[in-house]
């Protein structure tokens, strides 16, 4: 008979999984479209009453601007609003995705408009008034450069995690290491290393030459700190590395005796400066944000192609130098456009962005002596991942909230499903 047990960690049971800087975001957003719209209502009159339609045209144009960043804001406040409420199973942290999603449509149409009026003017080239456009282009830049200092800071939702400089390295075949330490005995060449990916640091040994594999039982570390205290750590078989089973505490200064089948050797492990790493952009993104972000650079940039065309095309009468600016700007912008809807329909689809969290879930169960019989990891809100597991035990106390206790240690993990089923049950499944 299968025992089930529901958790949330750090959220209890009201399910709100907004990220970490929500109502930060949101208030920058809304003043990024208190901007925009000034820009826009300034423009339009100013135009009307001096007979400017470049004026007028460009006002209209920051209004599209205006309207993009209502989606954002929107998001941000109901989701806000709405974030107890229980009609929404896993709350609203997916709405943010879901803006993003609607905006990289947006932004799409965008390039496409762009690009059909670029190739329009290439096939029939129209008469430009640089007095008027450079100076509008100009004014266009400023109030986009403004946009991107209030959205700044903030732009890809950092959900801060604790983590050290030592554990984000380049990233290579060993995963966010640094501070490679390689032992050379007889059995061959390994590399230890403090591993640390947003999850509590292990040992990692490495093997690096084919035939420099070992059993798991035949290594421990142990390691030696200031004040006396002594550690012994046990490994784990992960496949292509052994893993140690046990975290290491702080602080990461320690000496460490690595204990191999050829005997014995010493490695000196320095602490280093903290540093907030983004090893797990993807899960901790705020892509309502990122879209917001994106809109303003996108419109920054084309400000910039379009100053350079309209400045070459009256100093060499390169007509011809305009419309290309708004082809390659609107090549830019499909580009950053796929991007973000590529994440975001990810997010929508429940796609498990993380899988290193999924990975450690797992091993955490199969390091308890249990198997795990069915695992769903996936995001629920920027910074919040969600799991559904089904172990198979032979312990019989060993209860949903065991594996609860256990799992807890993991940052971001934020709510836990757990089903506990007898191998008999697991037989019959």
Not at 222 to 238: C, E, K, L, N, S
Request: net charge negative; proline share 3%.
């Amino acid at each position: 008979m299968s025992n089930f047990e529901n958790s949330a960690f750090g959220a209890g049971h009201d399910h709100i999984f907004l990220g970490a800087a929500h109502e930060d975001n949101e208030r920058r957003t809304w003043m990024v479209i208190a901007l925009c719209s000034a820009m826009m209502v300034a423009e339009i009159v100013g135009g009307s009453l001096f007979g400017s339609l470049a004026l007028v045209a460009d006002g209209l144009h920051m209004s599209t601007h205006a309207g993009a960043m209502l989606i954002a804001a929107l998001a941000y406040t109901y989701a806000r609003r709405h974030a107890a409420d229980n009609r929404f199973v896993f709350g609203t942290g997916k709405l943010g995705d879901l803006a993003g999603f609607t905006s990289a449509i947006v932004l799409a149409m965008i390039a496409l408009l762009i690009g059909y009026e670029a190739v329009s003017r290439f096939l029939s080239p129209v008469p430009i008034h640089f007095g008027q456009a450079i100076p509008i282009a100009i004014l266009g830049l400023l109030v986009n450069l403004a946009s991107v200092w209030l959205l700044s800071g903030n732009h890809h939702g950092h959900s801060h995690g604790h983590s050290h400089g030592h554990g984000h390295g380049h990233e290579d075949e060993h995963g966010h290491e640094g501070e490679v330490h390689r032992i050379f005995g007889s059995a061959g060449v390994f590399a230890l290393s403090v591993f640390e990916d947003d999850v509590p640091p292990v040992f990692r040994i490495t093997p690096e030459t084919a035939s420099s594999r070992l059993p798991a039982d035949s290594v421990s570390v142990t390691t030696v700190r200031a004040d006396g205290t002594h550690q012994t750590f046990a490994f784990a078989d992960r496949g292509d590395y052994l893993e140690s089973k046990d975290d290491i505490p702080e602080p990461h200064a320690f000496w460490a005796t690595v204990s191999l089948p050829d005997g014995e050797h010493s490695i000196e492990f320095e602490e280093h400066d903290h540093s907030h790493g983004d090893a797990h952009a993807a899960a901790n993104r705020d892509h309502n944000i990122r879209s917001a972000y994106i809109h303003v650079i996108a419109d920054a940039a084309v400000s910039v192609l379009a100053i350079i065309g309209l400045l070459l095309a009256r100093a060499f009468g390169w007509v011809w130098m305009d419309p290309l600016a708004g082809v390659i700007g609107a090549l830019v912008i499909a580009n950053w456009s796929w991007g973000l809807m590529r994440d975001t329909g990810g997010i929508l689809l429940d796609m498990n962005l993380d899988k290193r969290m999924a990975e450690n879930v797992r091993h955490v169960i199969e390091d308890n002596g249990d198997a795990v019989l069915d695992l769903h990891v996936w995001r629920v809100g920027p910074g919040h991942m969600s799991a559904v597991v089904s172990v198979v035990t032979s312990e019989a106390q060993r209860s949903p909230s065991f594996y609860h206790a256990a799992l807890k240690r993991f940052k971001g993990l934020s709510h836990v499903t757990v089903e506990v089923n007898p191998p008999r049950a697991a037989a019959s499944a």
